[in-house]
């Protein structure tokens, strides 16, 4: 189970530098930027650059920081069914490998977890305490992370995100975009519900939730509100011009994979309102705000 926001001493001090890692990623990206806009003086470690899954490497990498956010993962996720031990490596191992490493040199880690760590079967939105009972190797491996992080110092902090989209790489709405300009017309499931969620809104989220010297615990990043992967598919290509009637809605079982999806990635924001931050806006607002960097042209 999920621990409760753990009160601590604000830290790190102010001043204290950050390091990104997992900088070149979709969400790395955007939390190198969120930090250096509020004045943070930041490290961005590439994949080449730092190799989580080594604990040496990470504790050289760590000497000086006060705050370490973690974006690197194994996203695979149907790959992660037949290549477990590889993810394990990347989403269990080497969260591991950095809270201690962030520990020994007090300073706090932000590690990005998933809905994933959920079964998806709720009729309500999952609480932070919520038990946990992934479905998937993909989430079998975060949530291995996430208890690797939480053993090692209960000020680090979870942040679960889902339904992610940015600018800084391929994504759901821009996909849907292109398939749509392509082929004519396009089928989308509309039986898995989520919260769309905006990498940059995430990045800012971090920025503030380490800034309010936050307690330690878990806490879920997603937007406010919720949809279907078929509702983001008719806005996104609606947003680009296109007919939305093009897109059309299915069910899972038309399409059949090999990692098992979430039906019901709705997390709640109680977390954040306890600890005085405010959870990212509404869905809709926010993929409103996010299409002229999201949908480039063509």
């Known amino acids: 189970m999920a621990s409760r926001p753990v009160p601590v001493q604000p830290f790190p001090e102010p001043g204290a530098p950050w390091v990104v890692v997992g900088a070149a990623g979709l969400l790395g990206q955007d939390v190198v930027a969120a930090a250096r806009a509020a004045g943070h003086a930041v490290t961005a470690l590439t994949r080449g650059e730092l190799d989580?899954?080594?604990?040496?490497?990470?504790?050289?990498?760590?000497?000086?920081?006060?705050?370490?956010?973690?974006?690197?993962?194994y996203t695979r996720v149907d790959d992660a069914e037949t290549h477990e031990p590889e993810a394990f490596a990347v989403n269990a191992v080497g969260p591991a490998n950095l809270a201690r490493a962030a520990t020994a040199v007090g300073a706090r880690l932000v590690q990005p977890s998933t809905d994933y760590v959920f079964a998806g079967d709720a009729v309500e939105p999952y609480a932070e305490d919520a038990p946990v009972a992934p479905r998937s190797a993909y989430g079998r491996t975060k949530a291995a992370g996430e208890w690797a992080v939480r053993a090692t110092d209960p000020s680090h902090l979870v942040l679960r995100i889902a339904w992610l989209y940015g600018a800084g790489g391929p994504?759901?709405?821009?996909?849907?975009?292109?398939?749509?300009?392509?082929?004519?017309?396009?089928?989308?499931?509309?039986?898995?519900?989520?919260?769309?969620?905006?990498?940059?809104?995430?990045?800012?989220?971090?920025?503030?939730?380490?800034d309010a010297g936050a307690?330690?615990?878990?806490?879920?990043?997603?937007?406010?509100?919720?949809?279907?992967?078929?509702?983001?598919?008719?806005?996104?290509?609606?947003?680009?011009?296109?007919?939305?009637?093009?897109?059309?809605?299915?069910?899972?079982?038309?399409?059949?994979?090999p990692?098992?999806?979430?039906?019901?990635?709705?997390?709640?924001?109680?977390?954040?309102?306890?600890?005085?931050?405010?959870?990212?806006?509404?869905?809709?607002?926010?993929?409103?705000?996010?299409?002229?960097s999201v949908l480039l042209p063509g």
Do not use: K
């Open 52 to 73: 989580v899954t080594d604990p040496v490497a990470c504790a050289a990498a760590l000497a000086g920081a006060g705050v370490v956010v973690n974006c690197a993962a």
């Open 171 to 210: 994504s759901f709405p821009r996909t849907i975009v292109r398939l749509v300009r392509e082929r004519g017309t396009v089928d989308v499931v509309d039986d898995q519900r989520g919260q769309p969620t905006w990498t940059r809104d995430v990045a800012d989220l971090v920025v503030r939730l380490v």
């Open 215 to 257: 307690p330690g615990g878990t806490y879920h990043g997603t937007s406010s509100g919720e949809t279907t992967w078929f509702g983001l598919a008719r806005a996104a290509v609606a947003a680009a011009g296109l007919d939305p009637a093009s897109v059309r809605p299915t069910t899972s079982g038309a399409f059949v994979r």
């Open 259 to 292: 990692a098992p999806r979430p039906a019901y990635s709705v997390l709640g924001h109680a977390a954040l309102r306890r600890a005085g931050v405010e959870p990212i806006g509404d869905w809709r607002e926010r993929w409103d705000a996010a299409v002229p």
